[in-house]
């Protein structure tokens, strides 16, 4: 079991009231059920929350509430969500506008993507509640921002904080920066066009030679790519290393 945290409530009856109006149960099967008053509720499947109180008899005000988590089997659940938010984070990131080397979608692809971050967000609102402090809730045990009592194990806390970091781009998906993929990258495309055009142009029977001065023709002028209009001064032997062709220009007399 993780570490307990408590609070103080000054009606007993009216926070158990609380708890029975989110649907909070009484835990028979809890290992601490013969001293502690058990309440507990499953969140998305993937943790439970317990609220316990000690079995004194009256009880005293203002009473101690502790408050325990526990993840279901060892955090896996957890941890689908978790990819599952990633991937909802990622499709609507890729979706804004700034790509060098992809088609701007449709800002009805944005929208669409956008919501469905929100709709994820606001199904599991529960289970997010449980790693955010409210301070505004009277009844909040006080728990720091994004809690990390809830893990119990090391591979527990690296699910959560994985978990966190998601949570944290979800809230503000635009205001991260978004590095370059692979394709993005200025040497990476000017490569990867040297070998299309020499592909396109051998299957239409032009010869080395002839792909080769063509294209260093395009990359000197910057007509290769009609965007960003780039040039580059490579050599006949460069371009052909490149390009995967076995070609040497003929050396002067």
């Known amino acids: 079991m993780p570490n307990a945290h408590y609070f103080l409530i000054d009606h007993l009856a009216t926070f158990l009231l609380d ?5 909070y149960k009484i835990n028979r099967r809890h290992p601490d059920d013969h001293v502690w008053t058990v309440y507990s509720k499953m969140k998305s499947g993937a943790l439970i929350k317990h609220y316990s109180f000690a079995r004194s008899n009256p009880p005293t005000s203002p009473t101690p509430i502790r ?3 526990e993840l279901v089997r060892e955090g896996n659940p957890l941890m689908r969500l978790s990819r599952k938010l ?3 984070n990622t499709a609507y990131r890729n979706s804004l506008p700034g790509w060098k080397t992809k088609r701007e979608p449709r800002p009805e692809v944005r ?6 971050v929100k709709k994820f967000l606001k199904k599991h609102a529960a289970l997010i509640a ?4 409210q301070s505004d809730d009277r009844l909040t045990e006080g728990n720091q921002s994004y809690n990390l009592h809830i893990a119990s194990t090391m591979k527990e806390q690296v699910i ?9 781009e979800a809230s503000a998906p635009g205001t991260l920066v978004r590095k370059y993929r692979q394709t993005d990258k ?12 020499a592909g396109i142009h051998r299957k239409r029977g032009w010869s080395s030679q002839e792909v080769v001065q063509e294209a260093q023709k395009e990359l000197r002028e910057g007509t290769w790519n009609q965007r960003l209009r780039m040039q580059y001064n490579l050599s006949i032997s460069t371009i052909s290393k490149i390009a995967g062709l076995k070609f040497a220009p003929l050396s002067h007399r």
């Open 19 to 23: 708890l029975e109006a989110r649907h």
């Open 67 to 69: 408050v325990t988590y």
């Open 86 to 88: 990633k991937t909802l």
């Open 111 to 116: 929208r669409r993507r956008w919501l469905a």
């Open 130 to 133: 449980s790693f955010k402090y």
């Open 160 to 168: 959560c904080v994985e978990f966190i970091k998601a949570l944290a």
């Open 186 to 197: 200025p040497t990476v495309q000017r490569n990867g066009w040297i070998r299309r055009f």
